[in-house]
Nanobody, 123 residues
Framework: QVQLVESGGGLVQAGGSLRLSCAASGGTFSSYAMGWFRQAPGKEREFVAAMNWGGGRTYYADSVKGRFTISRDNAKNTVYLQMNSLKPEDTAVYYC????????????????WGQGTQVTVSS
């Protein structure tokens, strides 16, 4: 099966930026809609952003609209999340996954998650 590995997280001050990457191994996700999710301590995993397989349509949670941008490079089997104007409430472990698509871009296609990458925003 395809394994997804997230990277690019770190510690940043409020107002700063980070670029997360999600690389696939053991296969490709070129035909899948992909999304980013995050989970803060004591909270359930929540949807952040998603993109269809061709990159022509994107979806964002209201909390990140205008600040985060999702993109993908199918040739490199990689999905990115550019995060700007970071806020302390963005602190969480960020995960990527295939998403259902259609009207359900906020739902993971399968309940299989990697280790994620930690993003910590200080104020």
């Amino acid at each position: 099966q395809v394994q997804l590995v997230e990277s690019g997280g770190g510690l940043v001050q409020a107002g700063g930026s980070l670029r997360l990457s999600c690389a696939a191994s053991g296969g490709t996700f070129s035909s899948y809609a992909m999304g980013w999710f995050r989970q803060a301590p004591g909270k359930e995993r929540e949807f952040v952003a998603a993109m269809n397989w061709g990159g022509g349509r994107t979806y964002y949670a209201d909390s990140v609209k205008g600040r985060f941008t999702i993109s993908r490079d199918n040739a490199k089997n990689t999905v990115y999340l550019q995060m700007n104007s970071l806020k302390p409430e963005d602190t969480a472990v960020y995960y990527c996954n295939a998403v259902v698509g259609g009207s359900n871009y906020d739902k993971a296609l399968v309940d299989r998650w990697g280790q994620g990458t930690q993003v910590t925003v200080s104020s």
